[in-house]
């Protein structure tokens, strides 16, 4: 199993492109979400997914959009880049819904390091 | 919305010494989660606890969960270089979310 794998690895943009970061996972898992990492504010949550065809938003979900149309793939869409955005982003799975204290183990993905000039 | 504090955001520690680093919700949680990140790695799963006043051991890791299950702990006892990395508690909810703390990022002077 590759686990959770995400591309691209590094990405420069400029204000108001738009990009895709891709997301993807080979354990059958139900459950995915997108988490930013910003220096000193640990994981902020972006937009999640209970299964297919299901999404619901996040901590922080401005700027950004999402979709599942498999189990396999859930990614993430940045409509018009903003400085505010660069950051650091996660991917992650879990078997089971979070909170349900049992098989909710978040799997995360390498990242994706993005720079908004 | 739920909110978990986590302190001390640093911690610096000689080699060979114990430290802890503490996790508190404003909310009753269901869980809670554990994860190690190594610098310009990604957040890997440690563990989990589940029940009130659960405690944990993985080797020199000691996990609590509280009572009311509002806060957690981690303790880290005789501190090697391999423990340099941040930790981050999370908190499970019903509502399909998990919470992170902010991170205690842990230095290690040999």
């Known amino acids: 199993n590759a686990g959770v794998t995400q591309t691209p690895k590094f990405q420069v943009l400029k204000t108001g492109q738009s990009m895709t970061l891709q997301c993807a996972q080979d354990?059958?898992?139900?459950?995915m979400s997108w988490y930013r990492q910003d220096p000193g504010m640990g994981l902020r949550l972006i937009h999640y997914?209970?299964?297919?065809?299901?999404?619901d938003q996040g901590e922080v979900p401005n700027g950004y959009n999402v979709s599942r149309s498999t189990t396999e793939d859930f990614p993430l869409r940045l409509l018009s880049a903003a400085p505010s955005q660069t950051s650091v982003y996660f991917c992650a799975s879990s078997y089971e819904l979070v909170g349900a204290g049992g098989r909710d183990t978040q799997y995360f993905g390498p990242g994706t390091r993005l720079t908004v000039l | 919305g739920q909110q978990v504090m986590q302190i001390p955001q640093y911690q610096h520690v000689q080699e060979g010494e114990d430290f802890t680093t503490y996790c508190n919700s404003s909310t009753t949680l269901s869980n809670i989660q554990w994860y190690k990140q190594r610098p310009g790695g990604h957040p890997v799963f440690l563990i989990q606890?589940?029940?009130?006043?659960e405690v944990k051991k993985q080797k020199r890791l000691t996990f609590q969960f509280g009572e009311a299950k509002k806060n957690s702990s981690l303790h880290i006892t005789a501190t090697q270089t391999t423990d340099v990395g941040t930790y981050f508690c999370a908190g499970g909810s019903n509502d399909y979310k998990l919470s992170f703390g902010a991170g205690t990022t842990v230095t290690v002077r040999a």
């Open positions: 997914s209970v299964g297919a065809g299901i999404t």
């Open positions: 354990m059958n898992h139900e459950y």
């Open positions: 606890l589940v029940k009130s006043g």
